[in-house]
């Protein structure tokens, strides 16, 4: 079943912090999240594994609950080029490398 | 270029017609996704490979479809008899542990 993305949609001023979720009705081994900008393929931001950790890099970081079966994105101090839809893509294995179901998306607009 | 390369870009053909696309993965990544997304949607997966043997195949994947990749390189997927709800962008990831990196797709319009 595909993972349910809050909000839908968020328009931000340039500077000014974000939050993703993406929830799950079953139970997850493994998160992955991308940014698609349109016309464009998904491009990798990070992927978290079983283990309730919490990854970032720059001013991108994610957290992943797994008890909740819950996975959060955080965008802080957004820039222009943060623009696009946001996607978790959840893997429903322990060996973490499959097929994964990805989420309704969000979409991110910044404005200056 | 590193990155994993789909041919062609973009494809339009008449319904009925039989269309193949390419994908060559990142080199030494031993597992290939094909995925298809629609307009407004996430990909949904289509069928992987781990080197040459096809591990999985959605129920998406009607007998139209069929995927190969003989060398445990390149993958091709063909569709046969395409019908205009084929219409889509087919995109082939990559992976060598657990993150997977996309092509740029294949867009292809069934007229």
């Known amino acids: 079943q595909q993972p349910v993305q809050s909000p839908q949609a968020v328009i931000l001023r340039e500077g000014e912090d974000a939050v993703i979720n993406c929830s799950s009705s079953?139970?997850?081994?493994?998160v992955h999240w991308y940014r698609q900008k349109h016309g464009e393929a998904p491009v990798f931001l990070m992927i978290?594994?079983?283990?309730?950790e919490q990854k970032g890099h720059e001013k991108i970081s994610a957290s992943f609950n797994e008890k909740k079966q819950q996975s959060s994105l955080y965008l802080t101090a957004s820039q222009l080029s943060y623009s696009g839809t946001y996607f978790c893509?959840?893997?429903?294995?322990?060996?973490?490398?499959?097929?994964?179901?990805f989420g309704t998306g969000t979409r991110l607009t910044i404005i200056p | 270029d590193t990155g994993v390369s789909q041919d062609p870009r973009h494809k339009i053909t008449k319904r009925g017609q039989n269309v193949t696309f390419r994908c060559d993965p990142i080199?030494?990544?031993?597992?290939l996704y094909w995925y298809r997304q629609t307009l407004g949607q996430g990909p949904e997966f289509l069928t992987y490979?781990?080197?040459?043997?096809?591990?999985?195949k959605s129920r998406l994947l009607s007998d139209r479809f069929s995927a190969e990749r003989p060398k445990g390189s390149f993958s091709t997927l063909e569709i046969q008899r395409t019908e205009q709800g084929d219409s889509a962008m087919y995109l082939c990831?990559?992976?060598?542990?657990?993150?997977?990196?996309f092509g740029p797709g294949t867009r292809l319009t069934v007229l």
């Open positions: 990831a990559s992976s060598f542990r657990n993150e997977q990196f």
């Open positions: 079953k139970a997850l081994y493994s």
């Open positions: 978290l594994l079983k283990g309730g």
């Open positions: 893509g959840t893997g429903g294995s322990n060996f973490g490398n499959e097929k994964l179901t």
């Open positions: 080199s030494e990544h031993n597992r």
């Open positions: 490979f781990q080197n040459e043997a096809q591990l999985e």
